[in-house]
């Protein structure tokens, strides 16, 4: 089992940034992807980046250059940067863990506004 707690999430003003923290405990060691995805009200979650135990990354379309994830393995937390913000982006935010065979965790997510 993999716990992840998310922090970091709060109300900014269009323009600013937030950092999301998603700490990992647990089997961590069999975790080979980690990621962010979003929610917004009444949509469907979507991704927002994952990184790989290697340490490559992907983004989606909307979030490249705006946003970046990155890991320190010593905390075994995973971070996303969001710069630029924009009300579109105000979400439920969620850390994501899959294991190495296929098992997925979940954290229990945390909010971000976006102000205009």
């Known amino acids: 089992q993999v716990q992840l707690v998310e922090s970091g999430g709060g109300l900014v003003q269009a323009g600013g940034s937030l950092r999301l923290s998603c700490a990992a405990s647990g089997s961590i060691f069999s975790i080979v992807v980690m990621g962010w995805y979003r929610q917004a009200p009444g949509m469907q979650r979507e991704v927002v980046a994952h990184?790989?135990?290697?340490?490559?990354?992907n983004y989606a379309d909307s979030m490249k250059g705006r946003f970046t994830i990155s890991r320190d393995n010593a905390k075994n937390t995973v971070y996303l940067q969001m710069n630029s913000l924009k009300p579109e982006d105000t979400a439920v935010y969620y850390c994501?863990?899959?294991?190495?065979?296929?098992?997925?965790?979940w954290g229990q997510g945390t909010q971000v506004t976006v102000s205009s």
């Open positions: 990184i790989k135990s290697d340490g490559r990354t």
């Open positions: 994501n863990a899959m294991g190495a065979m296929g098992s997925l965790y």
